[in-house]
């Protein structure tokens, strides 16, 4: 636990350092944040699955997803500079990743001539051996991404935490500095917004 | 008639509703042909949800791409680090070193004990070896002193010029005598 000391900053860090002790990853992203580029190195190899999975469900199947990968650890690099080791890499790496995905999906609906969803990429591609059920799948995250690209900034990033990442509302409360109430609160509004949206997409909604 | 909340359809939808709502959102939406059609549109929603494909494990290339590019990325991030620092510098701070600097020198100058002047090295003379080419062997005189008086007296005359060296004898057909020129 990292419970923040009133004594001092000479307690306060003595508690980081007790953290750092039982999280690995916490220490590298320390060592990182102080400029061991070998640290940072580290971290990238023990969470890039982790990103890797988060970005892919917020995005979907998309030839971006390397790009968005790379940018998401570019993000964390400079985030890292604010890091004091009270939080969880993983939540710090969560919060890059669903913000760079979102960013993604709303500079893709501002310029959707630039869509990129069609370029064919064998290299991450899901295996499927029935096509209709491909397609029906294909169609599903395109309707997930368009409605999240149309929902407001804290709605889609409570939505993807808890509909896309299965966290719950308390350690979304964690994520997005907010307490669990308010995220309950906004999780059903975003709902409300994303069966709209959807429905608008399929040609249902009003 | 109040509609039932959105909440409520999407646990009802998903059977996570709480046992004691359950009977009345299902008698409330079988009335209302409004919630009935909210219901409709969360269970597509549900359904597109549900349709999401699990994320495939990462390619290794890609991982290792991404590694390499993050990689140089981190090698100029350090190198500008360093290079950042200079112009980072305000201008003052250039012509503070500068003034400084000069500064520096100047106590140096006035301070420092006077260099004593080494004197000029000597330079050893080299003699070099004098190569002296072999005399050319003279041609050898021969000449017959007719007699010992005459050759004593000195008073004779070489009837040609010629060069007496030391120790060479030298005689006359007429039998005058000769001595070795003094140096």
Request: glycine residues 4%; aromatic residues 6%.
């Amino acid at each position: 636990m990292t419970a923040r000391l009133s004594y001092g900053p000479m307690h306060s860090d003595l508690a980081l350092l007790d953290a750092s002790r039982v999280d690995p990853l916490r220490t590298l992203a320390l060592q990182a944040r102080d400029g061991e580029s070998v640290a940072f190195t580290q971290l990238y190899e023990r969470t890039r699955e982790q990103a890797w999975r988060v970005l892919y469900r917020v995005v979907g199947h998309s030839p971006d997803l390397e790009d968005l990968l790379q940018e998401a650890y570019v993000q964390l690099m400079k985030a890292l500079k604010g890091y004091r080791g009270d939080s969880k890499v993983t939540t710090f790496l969560h919060r890059v990743c669903v913000n760079v995905g979102l960013m993604h999906l709303r500079s893709k609906r501002r310029r959707p001539e630039e869509t990129t969803d069609d370029v064919p990429d064998t290299e991450s591609a899901p295996e499927t051996s029935n096509p209709e059920r491909a397609a029906e799948v294909k169609q599903a995250a395109v309707l997930v991404q368009q409605a999240l690209a149309t929902m407001s900034d804290d709605k889609a990033t409570v939505f993807a935490y808890h509909d896309l990442l299965g966290l719950k509302p308390e350690e979304i409360a964690d994520l997005v500095d907010a307490p669990v109430n308010t995220v309950r609160s906004r999780l059903n509004r975003a709902r409300a917004d994303f069966t709209v949206a959807v429905s608008k997409l399929k040609g249902r909604g009003p | 008639m109040k509609h039932v909340s959105h909440e409520q359809l999407w646990n009802y939808a998903r059977a996570e509703l709480p046992a004691d709502e359950v009977a009345s959102v299902a008698e409330h939406v079988d009335a209302c042909v409004a919630c009935f059609s909210t219901l409709e549109d969360v269970r597509a929603a549900q359904r597109t949800l549900s349709l999401l494909p699990e994320p495939p494990p990462m390619p290794a290339a890609l991982a290792h791409r991404v590694g390499s590019n993050l990689a140089d990325a981190l090698d100029s991030r350090q190198a500008q680090r360093w290079l950042s620092w200079f112009p980072s510098m305000p201008r003052w701070s250039w012509a503070a070193l500068a003034v400084g600097s000069l500064a520096a020198a100047a106590w140096l100058a006035v301070h420092s004990p006077p260099v004593a002047v080494p004197p000029p090295p000597v330079v050893a003379e080299v003699v070099e070896p004098v190569v002296v080419p072999p005399v050319p062997a003279l041609p050898k005189l021969t000449a017959t002193v007719a007699s010992a008086k005459h050759a004593r007296s000195g008073t004779a005359a070489l009837g040609k010029s010629q060069v007496v060296h030391e120790g060479s004898s030298l005689s006359t057909e007429k039998g005058g005598s000769l001595s070795p020129p003094r140096r």
